[in-house]
């Protein structure tokens, strides 16, 4: 396994993706502000078009490619509060793809301000068969512009 990751959030040049959301009430504590769990699957759904858009889908990369990509570590920072109906910049970037892995950071705006509310990292790991970690193929790099 590669060394661990630190909550940095690789910024360079234009985004490899990125979306306008309007947060919903479901995306909400009870205090009105957005609940801690709630990036995640906005973040899910923005990575999962962006490696659509390259022709991987996870449902298919084992048949196809021999590996599945799997989430190995997530990390969140709350920087400023959000709540229902505000519009949030989704940005995601493609910010490493090592050994066995890939790593995207994401940076969340709030829209009306261009206020920073949170940044975020995901990373995913190439696993074959039995489970194991190993090497992103060469043709998953291709795909990602590696």
Known sequence: MEGSEQMTVSREGKPSASRRIRLGYADTDAAGIIYYAAWFPWMERLSTEWFHDRGLRFDRMSAEFGVTMVTRATSCEYLE??????????????????????????????????????????????????????????????????
Do not use: K
Not at 98 to 127: K, P, Q
């Open 81 to 146: 509060p959000v709540g229902a109906y505000d519009e949030v910049d989704l940005a995601m970037w493609l910010a490493r793809v090592g050994e066995r892995s890939v790593r995207l950071t994401f940076e969340m705006t709030r829209a009306t301000d261009g206020c920073v509310v949170g940044r975020s990292a995901l990373t995913l790991v190439a696993v074959d068969a039995s489970g194991r970690a190993t090497r992103v193929p060469d043709v998953i790099r291709e795909l990602l512009g590696a």
